[in-house]
């Protein structure tokens, strides 16, 4: 089993920057891919983006590129969601997700492990 753990959202103006974390325990895998999630009041969950642990390339969402970068640190575990230039659109509860391989992966069904979620709220 592997677990995941969000933390860093909050409320910020728009404009602003947060940056969420996601630490991972448990089962940890060498070779999976990494994602970011969110979901607003009424929609569907959207991709964001995702990176490889090995490799750390990384593969974004159109609504996001520019303005989010992710990143990892091997050494804990732990994967980063930088968020800039923020818009009240990107309010959210943000998931971050875990999935065996190397392939990039869009859809939430082909994600494995999920956490809790942390939400963001920007204000206009």
């Known amino acids: 089993q592997v677990q995941l753990v969000e933390s860093g959202g909050g409320l910020v103006q728009a404009g602003g920057s947060l940056r969420l974390s996601c630490a991972a325990s448990?089962?940890?895998?060498?070779?999976?891919?990494m994602g970011w999630f969110r979901q607003a009041p009424g929609k569907e969950r959207e991709f964001v983006g995702s990176?490889?642990?090995?490799?750390?390339?990384?593969y974004y969402a159109d609504s996001v590129k520019g303005r989010f970068t992710i990143s990892r640190d091997n050494a804990k575990n732990t994967v980063y969601l930088q968020m800039n230039s923020l818009k009240p659109e990107d309010t959210a509860v943000y998931y971050c997700a875990a999935r065996e391989g190397i392939y990039f992966r869009r859809s939430p069904d082909d994600y494995d492990y999920w956490g809790q979620g942390t939400q963001v709220t920007v204000s206009s």
């Open positions: 448990g089962r940890t895998f060498s070779s999976g891919t």
């Open positions: 990176i490889r642990w090995t490799s750390g390339i990384t």
